[in-house]
């Protein structure tokens, strides 16, 4: 055949140019370790198991963030304070409530929330965002704003 000198050459050319071939074990056959690459993943005795909270590709699943808020809102006042729980007083829905001198009460609800102090007429005075977690606050003796309690 013609063909056998041209495939002589092509087979043995990485032996010529001082090569070598490498194969790597199939799977399952118990070859060297260490040599070539493999399919299996590594043993481990470390780091979470599926159960634990993980996808399959192994990746901790971050916990999800809670939009949940718990104030506790003192009133230092010397006098009762209007409130407006809501977006923006009075242009948009919420609820009026109040808070009498000297007295603490504790709201809860999806954060962020905004709590105002609102005049005679319900116009929004100061405000106070709540975001997720627990907080205490203060209305201020001037009754027009809020503070750290």
Do not use: R
């Amino acid at each position: 055949m013609k063909l056998l000198p041209l495939v002589l050459p092509l087979a043995l050319a990485p032996l010529a140019l001082g090569g070598c071939f490498l194969f790597a074990p199939a799977k399952g056959t118990g070859g060297p370790t260490g040599v070539g690459p493999t399919n299996e993943p590594a043993p481990s005795s470390a780091g979470p198991s599926v159960s634990e909270g993980t996808t399959s590709g192994g990746a901790a699943q971050p916990e999800p963030q809670s939009t949940h808020y718990s104030l506790s809102l003192h009133n230092s006042c010397k006098q009762t304070v209007k409130l407006f729980i809501g977006e923006k007083p009075p242009f948009s829905s919420g609820t009026n409530t109040s808070l009498s001198s000297n007295t603490t009460t504790s709201y809860s609800g999806s954060a962020p929330e905004n709590i105002w102090i609102v005049d005679d007429s319900g116009k929004p005075m100061s405000s106070y965002t709540a975001h997720p977690g627990s907080q205490t606050m203060q209305i201020l003796e001037s009754c027009t704003g809020f503070s750290t309690y």
